[in-house]
């Protein structure tokens, strides 16, 4: 059974930093994209970003690059989400997934099939 488990998330002011993990079990976790989405109160969920299994390749969104970065840890079956310079409109809360293939890494949420629980980032004005 694979399980993702986020955190990490909580209540910061604008323009300032927060660090989500996200714990895997039970998968071969380096074998596998990774991603993170966020899904804000009455909005679709959307992607964030995505790292490859060896963490060679990142992919961002156009509205958090330059402030967020993904990483990744195979020895601890562990993603990072840096994020940094936070906004009001970056309030969501935040899952990471697995990608289903070993051969891409997807930035359709459709494109992943285990997810975790999610947290919540709230950014105040």
């Known amino acids: 059974q694979v399980q993702l488990v986020e955190s990490g998330g909580g209540l910061v002011q604008a323009g300032g930093s927060l660090r989500l993990s996200c714990a895997a079990s039970?998968?071969?976790?380096?074998?596998?994209?990774m991603g993170w989405f966020r899904q804000a109160p009455g909005k679709e969920r959307e992607f964030v970003t995505a790292?490859?299994?060896?963490?060679?390749?990142?992919y961002y969104a156009d509205s958090v690059k330059g402030r967020f970065t993904i990483s990744r840890d195979n020895a601890k079956n562990t993603v990072y989400l840096q994020m940094n310079s936070l906004k009001p409109e970056d309030t969501a809360v935040y899952y990471c997934?697995?990608?289903?293939?070993?051969?891409?890494?997807?930035?359709?949420?459709?494109?992943?099939?285990?997810w975790g629980q999610g947290t919540q980032v709230t950014v105040s004005s």
């Open positions: 790292i490859s299994w060896s963490g060679g390749s990142t």
């Open positions: 997934a697995t990608e289903r293939s070993r051969l891409r890494v997807g930035v359709r949420s459709t494109e992943y099939d285990y």
């Open positions: 039970g998968r071969t976790f380096s074998n596998y994209a």
